[in-house]
């Protein structure tokens, strides 16, 4: 995908006329190693090649306006109100995102009236649109302890006039959406229904998911959080696995097309033997197969551990058998994902009992126990700064828009950027070299028609 200047470019609202609280902070600020002046852009590419291919002046080549507060600001505050809803599934950090957003609003930019729409996308509807939460720092002074969010959430899609309607109805100027590419989605389709209208209304997004699937973001807040947990789960089962003869254990972890909860948590618990992720086809059987590697490891170590992302192994799931993969889709469109866990945990099992051992088999699946957590302190600290973003952007009247981190600056994003493709496991990336390093596994396992005979691991 080919990007240019004027893609990265957020739409303004119009002018900024009014002073902002903060301006006199902002007198004396130039872009530094650890700051980027309103004026400044964040290069979207980081390497000399890279750079280079593009042939064009460096105020040409394509890069992201920096985040954070201006010294003029569209809105004038005494009369904004401001609305906030969270979509989709739960992430460690909802809570955090919401107290920094009205904090912000209302201790800096004195902003007086913060709805907070419940049930996700729902509370947008003509039936549910009164059904709101007023939200003072009072009143959030203390959430960011808990895990979920205060206001609820739920999937599926809303109509985007319907939605218009509500903030109208509601008096609402800017609007926060809290979620990740379902949630971006439908921020993109409200902001465009209110452009239709005339409307001088601020959409800006706060991306969010687990699985880290979202691009143009250095990480998703609530990744770290998840990954953390996530490797307590594998620490007991290799404490199980290891004690038991012929163990054999297995942790499913979330990750439905994207293998990075897997991959960072196998690499922090440092007792996995095999991480199998969406982005590495694999293959049962043959001298190359998933079987005969765990069969081996066993034989030699006398116990293996596998890490499994959600997603890994669809393909197998579509072939006749009892778990086949019924399809079908969730309420956000997904398409339903068949148990491939279960299916590793069954073929092994019968595997290494023909092969004449004894397996005993530890089988988790903890993926409502780690995204249901509350943030840790590295999370905390990026879902306050991503809620600072936002309402600085939101303020200055940028809309359509989302806030990140890219190279460890934070930027403004357009909407249809943040759903234009998906972040994944690159097989060619130093992740996934980490990851062989660290399990000793082959680079795939298994050959088939697609698929050309693979190198063994680095051990």
Not at 143 to 156: E, N
Request: charged content about 20%; hydrophobic content about 40%.
């Amino acid at each position: 995908m080919t990007l240019h200047l004027d893609d990265l470019r957020v739409r303004h609202l119009g002018e900024c006329r009014y002073d902002s609280p903060l301006a006199e902070m902002l007198s004396t600020k130039q872009t530094s190693p650890h700051y980027v002046a309103e004026g400044d852009r964040v290069l979207l590419e980081d390497t000399v090649s890279m750079l280079a291919e593009h042939r064009l002046p460096p105020a040409r080549v394509p890069s992201f306006e920096g985040a954070g507060p201006r010294r003029k600001i569209y809105f004038d505050p005494a009369g904004v109100t401001a609305g906030i809803v969270t979509c989709g599934g739960l992430c460690p950090g909802l809570n955090n995102v919401i107290r920094g957003l009205v904090q912000e609003l209302a201790v800096h930019y004195r902003v007086k009236r913060i709805l907070g729409f419940r049930n996700g996308l729902q509370g947008l509807t003509a039936e549910h649109r009164h059904d709101t939460v007023e939200l003072t720092p009072a009143r959030v002074r203390d959430i960011h302890k808990d895990g979920g969010t205060i206001l609820g959430s739920s999937r599926g899609g809303q109509d985007a006039g319907e939605m218009v309607d509500s903030l109208v109805a509601r008096g609402v100027d800017i609007m926060f959406v809290i979620g990740g590419d379902g949630g971006m989605r439908a921020a993109t389709y409200l902001s465009d229904a209110i452009r239709a209208r005339g409307l001088d209304i601020a959409v800006i997004g706060v991306p969010k998911t687990i699985d880290n699937d979202l691009p143009f973001t250095d990480q998703s807040f609530g990744f770290q959080s998840a990954f953390a947990r996530a490797t307590d789960f594998i620490s007991s089962v290799s404490v199980e696995a290891a004690s038991s003869p012929d163990g054999v254990g297995i942790v499913k972890l979330m990750g439905r097309h994207s293998g990075f909860i897997a991959s960072y948590a196998a690499l922090a618990a440092n007792g996995a033997d095999i991480v199998l992720i969406p982005e590495i086809p694999f293959a049962f059987e043959g001298p190359d197969g998933l079987l005969a590697h765990v069969e081996q490891r066993v034989r030699a170590k006398g116990y293996v551990v596998i890490v499994l992302a959600e997603g890994a192994g669809q393909d197998l799931l579509d072939q006749p058998g009892p778990h086949r993969n019924g399809r079908g889709t969730d309420a956000s469109g997904n398409v339903k994902l068949g148990n491939v866990g279960e299916l590793v945990k069954e073929r092994i099992a019968a595997h290494l009992t023909a092969a004449g051992l004894a397996p005993t088999m530890r089988y988790i699946d903890p993926s409502y126990a780690i995204r249901s957590i509350a943030a840790n302190a590295y999370d905390s600290v990026y879902c306050l700064r991503l809620a600072h973003a936002a309402v600085h952007a939101a303020m200055a009247g940028r809309t359509a828009a989302a806030v990140a981190r890219w190279r460890r600056r934070f930027v403004h994003v357009p909407l249809s950027l943040m759903t234009s493709r998906r972040n994944q496991v690159d097989p060619h990336g130093d992740l996934w070299m980490s990851v062989l390093e660290t399990t000793c596994q082959p680079a795939a396992f298994g050959t088939g028609p697609d698929r050309e005979k693979v190198s063994t691991g680095f051990c």
